[in-house]
């Protein structure tokens, strides 16, 4: 693989995004448009919010959000956005959202929805802005080359318990390796978007492949995986990432529709993690993702103790847990990525019940299924007469889309 600290960046996202220099903030959305882009906040429903939010906002819980920078004055972040830091070393500073990207993703995360906005999955916790530059930014004028790996450190070394990602690339580097790694051992959770190039030829990407990173695949409301989300022994969960609105660029004038993609999807991870940690904040970061995979929505025919290389663990489903107690937290010093000892707290309260390793029993003898499509059914399962996201539900299997229980992964003993 080819190392070079200075690689290139993007933004993950399936739609086209305008590229515009100067990060100017002209008003909220009007209300008519604010409030027609909540009704189409459809995964709100699907998870159970409304029930989640009885118990757990996330109060309490601080969220870094490492991307294009994040504009506080949205209606919708008023209140909720903290000092960060400047990483791209470009004019202005980390509240000069270059993309709306940053701002989207924060809104996803933490969003109070006022003023019509988009609501948040946990709008109890806060915002902690680190902004870096992407590949356009990078090929228009002179950025910071280690921005990325400087990112990390800092929200690694910042109050945030959850760090959000939502970026990928095709080149590996050992700098930001070892900061993803850091993260880790400071406590952190790490979650990074999967990518939307699986019809793309499916690349590597990082710094979803890292071990240390919680790697977030997309979905539609029907559970079953994007066709755009890449796939991989490195995908640890999955949430919704198809027909999400977003800001359409640095004006913050109008949400767009279209798929959010892994990016949304990981804003929606680090949000679940962020009402499962509020709601035990004596936890560590071992726990919370660990309750995180116990809890995940998996198909009725998903062999217990294997992983999807299209949806990891599952879906993500907090209600799970918070409303029904579905996973135990286990050791507070072992990585359920790793399953090696790190980023523990000796002080932690729970009881150390450790999950089992996942098992080596899947096939290995036999290729991958392909790819799912939304919406289609493969040999593995049945799913025609099965509702669709059925997120909360205990009793009810969620669906997933095909060649899900296909083989365990290799890349949690690197």
Known sequence: ??????????????????????????????????????????????MQAEEIWKTSTGEGITVAVIDSGVNPSTSSLKGQVLKGKDLAEIEGDETDD???????????IAGTGQGGGLKGLAPGAKIIPFRT?????????????????????????????????????EYYSSAVREAVKYAQEKG????????NDAKKGNPES??????????????????????????????DLAAPGNDIPRWCDDSFTRYCDGDGGTSAATALASASAALIWSAHPDWTANQVLRVMFESAGRGEDWK??????????????????????????????????????????????ATPEASAPASSQAPQDKPDFPAPVAGSSTESSDDSSLPGWVIGAIAAAVVIGGGAFAVVRKRRSA
């Open 133 to 169: 530059s992407d590949t356009e930014l990078q090929n228009e004028q002179k950025v910071n080359a280690f921005d990325m790996e400087e990112a990390i450190k800092a929200a690694a070394d910042s109050d945030a318990k959850i760090i959000n990602a939502s970026f990928g690339n």
């Open 1 to 46: 693989m080819v190392e070079d600290r200075g690689f290139r960046r993007r933004l993950i996202t399936t739609v086209t995004v305008v590229v515009a220099l100067t990060a100017g903030y002209s008003g909220p959305a009007s209300a008519a448009v604010a409030v027609d882009v909540q009704s189409k906040q459809w995964y709100l429903d699907a």
């Open 304 to 349: 217990k103790g294997t992983v999807s290389n299209y949806l990891g663990h599952g879906l993500v489903r907090p209600a799970a847990h918070i409303n029904s107690g579905i996973g135990k937290p286990g050791d507070p010093s072992i990585s359920p990525l790793t399953n090696e000892k790190v980023g523990g707290a000796s002080g932690s309260s």
């Open 188 to 195: 952190k959770l790490f979650f990074t978007a999967a990518g």
């Open 98 to 108: 270059y993309r709306g990207h940053g701002t989207t993703m924060a809104e996803l």
């Open 206 to 235: 990082y710094p979803a492949m890292y071990p240390e990173a919680v790697a977030v695949a997309a979905t539609g409301a029907d559970g079953q995986v994007a066709d755009y989300s890449q796939h991989g022994d490195f995908v």
